[in-house]
Protein backbone atom coordinates (compact mmCIF):
# COMPACT_ATOMS: atom_id res chain seq x y z
CA UNK A 1 0.00 0.00 0.00
CA UNK A 2 1.33 3.78 -0.69
CA UNK A 3 2.02 5.91 2.12
CA UNK A 4 0.45 9.56 2.40
CA UNK A 5 2.85 12.49 3.12
CA UNK A 6 2.01 11.96 6.95
CA UNK A 7 4.97 9.44 8.06
CA UNK A 8 4.40 6.30 7.75
CA UNK A 9 0.56 6.43 7.68
CA UNK A 10 -1.14 4.77 4.70
CA UNK A 11 -3.77 6.41 2.36
CA UNK A 12 -7.23 4.15 4.03
CA UNK A 13 -5.70 5.23 7.29
CA UNK A 14 -5.56 9.09 6.76
CA UNK A 15 -8.36 8.66 5.42
CA UNK A 16 -9.84 7.28 8.43
CA UNK A 17 -8.30 9.74 10.56
CA UNK A 18 -10.17 12.51 8.19
CA UNK A 19 -13.46 11.24 8.55
CA UNK A 20 -13.44 11.22 12.53
CA UNK A 21 -12.04 14.61 12.67
CA UNK A 22 -14.95 15.60 10.79
CA UNK A 23 -18.03 13.86 12.80
CA UNK A 24 -19.66 15.37 15.16
CA UNK A 25 -19.44 13.66 19.16
CA UNK A 26 -20.79 14.12 21.94
CA UNK A 27 -18.93 15.69 25.09
CA UNK A 28 -19.00 16.40 28.07
CA UNK A 29 -18.13 20.14 30.16
CA UNK A 30 -17.53 18.83 33.58
CA UNK A 31 -18.19 21.35 36.16
CA UNK A 32 -16.81 21.33 39.70
CA UNK A 33 -19.20 23.12 41.94
CA UNK A 34 -19.25 23.97 45.61
CA UNK A 35 -21.74 25.51 47.82
CA UNK A 36 -22.02 29.12 48.70
CA UNK A 37 -23.10 28.32 52.15
CA UNK A 38 -20.46 25.38 52.69
CA UNK A 39 -17.32 25.43 50.42
CA UNK A 40 -16.28 21.91 51.30
CA UNK A 41 -19.55 20.70 49.83
CA UNK A 42 -18.52 20.55 46.24
CA UNK A 43 -19.86 18.10 43.81
CA UNK A 44 -19.46 17.61 39.85
CA UNK A 45 -22.30 18.64 37.39
CA UNK A 46 -22.15 17.65 34.02
CA UNK A 47 -23.23 19.63 30.73
CA UNK A 48 -23.30 17.21 27.62
CA UNK A 49 -23.95 18.59 24.06
CA UNK A 50 -22.89 17.35 20.39
CA UNK A 51 -19.39 18.98 19.05
CA UNK A 52 -17.31 18.71 16.25
CA UNK A 53 -14.43 19.64 18.06
CA UNK A 54 -11.46 18.47 20.13
CA UNK A 55 -11.28 18.57 23.89
CA UNK A 56 -9.42 21.44 24.04
CA UNK A 57 -11.80 23.55 21.70
CA UNK A 58 -14.41 22.90 24.24
CA UNK A 59 -11.85 24.04 27.27
CA UNK A 60 -11.34 27.16 25.23
CA UNK A 61 -15.23 27.78 24.65
CA UNK A 62 -16.32 26.68 28.20
CA UNK A 63 -16.21 30.52 29.86
CA UNK A 64 -19.36 31.10 28.37
CA UNK A 65 -21.35 28.14 29.29
CA UNK A 66 -19.97 28.45 32.96
CA UNK A 67 -20.63 31.92 33.73
CA UNK A 68 -24.24 30.57 31.94
CA UNK A 69 -24.63 28.20 34.20
CA UNK A 70 -23.04 30.16 37.55
CA UNK A 71 -26.07 32.76 36.62
CA UNK A 72 -28.64 30.43 37.02
CA UNK A 73 -26.98 28.50 40.00
CA UNK A 74 -26.66 31.46 42.68
CA UNK A 75 -25.95 29.61 45.82
CA UNK A 76 -23.52 27.33 43.99
CA UNK A 77 -19.76 28.30 42.57
CA UNK A 78 -18.07 26.95 40.36
CA UNK A 79 -14.25 25.82 41.02
CA UNK A 80 -12.80 24.48 37.71
CA UNK A 81 -14.05 22.39 34.81
CA UNK A 82 -12.40 20.64 32.44
CA UNK A 83 -14.13 18.70 29.21
CA UNK A 84 -14.17 14.96 28.87
CA UNK A 85 -15.80 12.16 26.00
CA UNK A 86 -19.21 10.84 27.98
CA UNK A 87 -17.87 7.21 29.58
CA UNK A 88 -14.35 8.73 30.04
CA UNK A 89 -14.36 9.54 33.54
CA UNK A 90 -10.86 9.46 34.44
CA UNK A 91 -9.74 11.48 31.22
CA UNK A 92 -8.80 14.99 31.69
CA UNK A 93 -8.33 17.76 29.20
Not at 24 to 36: D, G, N, P, R, S
Not at 44 to 49: G, H, N, V
Not at 72 to 86: G, L, N
Amino acid sequence: MLSSSKGNATFPEAAVRVSLEDRWAMIELILTVCALNAPDQCEERRLQFVSQGSLMQCMMQAPPYVAAWSGEHPTSRVTRWRCAYPGAAGQKA
